[in-house]
C-alpha cells in the first residue's frame, strides 16, 4: 500500500476506553486506544479472545459507548450522539457480519437481503449484491437449503445492499471450514475492490493478515502493533 493510496479518514477514534463492571471487578475492555481508518482499506484487527478487538468494533458500530476517549465518523461525534442519531448512523452507514449468519428462515435469500435495501439511503439491488457475493442462483432458497458458507455469503450480501461505507466483519469464517472461509474472504475482497467499502476483519487466525492492507494487533485492550502490508496476499496464497 503506498502511504497517500488511502487518504480519507472516515474514523478517528483518540484515548478510546472501555470499562465493564462486573460485581467488584472492573474489566478494562480497552485502554486507551487511539487511531484512524480509511476509506477504501482492507484492515483486519488481530488478536486473542478478550483482547478488545469486538469491544472496539461496537463502538466503531454504534452498538456501544466507550467510558471514555472519543470517536468520529467523518465529522460526526459517535460519543455525543443520540440514541437516534446512532441508529441513523447504523442504517445509512454500517454493514455488520458475524460469525453467526442470522438469516430469518422463513424467507428467501433474495428477500433476506431486499430487507436492507428498504431502509437504505442508496442501496444496490438485491440482484446485483447476490451477485457480488456469487450467489445469485441461490436467490430463491431459504436459508435451510443453503449451506454454511453460502449463509454466510447471503449475510455479507444484506450487509452490502446498503451500499455502506464500511462493512464491521466479527469472525466472519469463525464457523467455517477451510474452504468455506476462504470462499468467504474472497467474497469481502470482491465487495472492497468493487464498491469500495472499508472492511475491517476481526479474526484471531494470524494467516488472514496478508489479504490486509493494514494489520492492528491488538492484545489486553490495547493496540500492540500497526503493520502495512506493502501489497495483499491473494485468497489463494493463504493457509491455516
Request: with cysteine.
Amino acid at each position: 500500500m503506498q502511504d497517500n493510496q488511502f487518504s480519507e479518514v472516515l474514523f478517528s477514534a483518540k484515548q478510546l476506553s472501555k470499562i465493564y463492571r462486573m460485581g467488584e471487578i472492573d474489566v478494562h475492555a480497552l485502554r486507551e486506544i487511539s487511531l484512524e481508518l480509511f476509506a477504501g482499506e482492507i484492515v483486519v484487527l488481530l488478536g486473542p479472545s478478550g483482547s478488545g478487538k469486538s469491544t472496539l468494533l461496537n463502538i466503531l458500530g454504534g452498538l456501544d459507548n466507550p467510558t471514555s476517549g472519543e470517536v468520529h465518523y467523518k465529522e460526526h461525534n459517535l460519543v455525543t450522539a443520540t440514541e437516534k442519531e446512532l441508529t441513523t448512523f447504523r442504517r445509512e452507514h454500517v454493514g455488520f457480519v458475524f460469525q453467526f449468519y442470522n438469516l430469518i428462515p422463513s424467507l428467501t435469500a433474495e428477500e433476506n437481503v431486499t430487507l436492507a435495501t428498504e431502509i437504505a439511503l442508496s442501496p444496490i439491488s438485491s440482484n446485483l449484491a447476490l451477485h457480488l457475493v456469487g450467489l445469485e442462483d441461490r436467490a430463491h432458497h431459504f436459508p435451510s437449503q443453503l449451506s454454511g458458507g453460502e449463509q454466510q455469503r447471503i449475510a455479507i450480501a444484506r450487509a452490502v445492499a446498503k451500499r455502506p461505507d464500511i462493512l464491521l466483519c466479527d469472525e466472519p469464517t469463525g464457523a467455517l471450514d477451510y474452504t468455506t472461509g476462504k470462499k468467504v474472504l474472497e467474497t469481502l475482497l470482491r465487495v472492497n475492490s468493487e464498491i469500495a467499502t472499508l472492511v475491517v476483519i476481526i479474526t484471531h487466525n494470524a494467516s488472514i493478515a496478508g489479504i490486509a492492507d493494514r494489520v492492528i494487533k491488538m492484545a489486553n485492550g490495547r493496540i500492540h502493533s500497526v503493520a502495512t502490508n506493502s501489497k495483499r496476499m491473494s485468497v489463494e496464497d493463504i493457509q491455516w
